[in-house]
């Protein structure tokens, strides 16, 4: 059976709508940044299909290695102007982001270049330059399963704010540290009040 993060690893990708905290350990990511409304952006857009299109390369190129199910698109969101503490994210044209999917820890340097290289062959109209490949650590932070529109976050944002107050943590919102989102619907096939979404906000004991 192919392995699935989602399945394997539930405290990361299965959250309850309740809050609570987790440590995030370090993960591999293809990772793609950009800026702008997700909704009108054509480097939303190239990005997502950038991402998909490595992801699947690199699966489809290394069955021996491992059989597996290509990771849920995940997201990093800021704003322009940011100065840390929990910051609404209301205007969507100030949207700075990072788009990435992760990826097993097979995947080095070598075998993702060699992906943007057939890549690049397949689809020529696809820049596969702004992707980068990273290890990063997310480590302490608040997390709950959404499920509804995305524009109705901020009140599961809210419940994640007074869990993490209660619990003795400080939202720990910062340059590096940003709102994260985990995207398990596909917004074209799922109805609005059905789309589940992992947010998660970084956190520190006080």
Not at 16 to 42: H, L, Q, R, Y
Not at 51 to 80: A, D, N, R
Not at 109 to 123: D, G, H, M, N, P
Request: aromatic content about 10%; overall charge negative.
């Amino acid at each position: 059976m192919p392995v699935d993060f989602k399945r394997t690893e539930k405290e990361f990708y299965q959250p309850k709508t309740t809050p609570s905290v987790i440590n995030v350990p370090e993960m591999n990511f293809i990772a793609v940044d950009g800026t702008g409304d997700p909704n009108t952006s054509a480097d939303y857009a190239a990005a997502i299909e950038l991402l998909y299109g490595l992801s699947w390369t690199i699966k489809m190129s290394h069955k021996p290695i491992l059989e597996y199910v290509v990771p849920p698109l995940e997201g990093f969101w800021s704003i322009y102007g940011f100065s840390g503490g929990s910051a609404p994210i209301t205007d969507k044209s100030r949207f700075t982001w990072t788009a990435l999917i992760r990826q097993p820890d097979f995947v080095t340097a070598e075998i993702f270049a060699a992906a943007q290289t057939s890549l690049a062959r397949k689809k020529p109209h696809l820049d596969t330059t702004p992707a980068r490949l990273m290890r990063f650590t997310e480590g302490l932070c608040v997390q709950a399963m959404h499920i509804g529109p995305y524009d109705d976050e901020p009140a599961t944002i809210a419940a994640m704010e007074q869990y993490a107050a209660a619990s003795g943590y400080a939202i720990d919102l910062n340059e590096v540290r940003r709102h994260h989102e985990i995207y398990l619907s596909d917004p074209r096939k799922t109805a609005p009040e059905k789309l589940k979404t992992v947010i998660r906000h970084p956190v520190i004991a006080v």
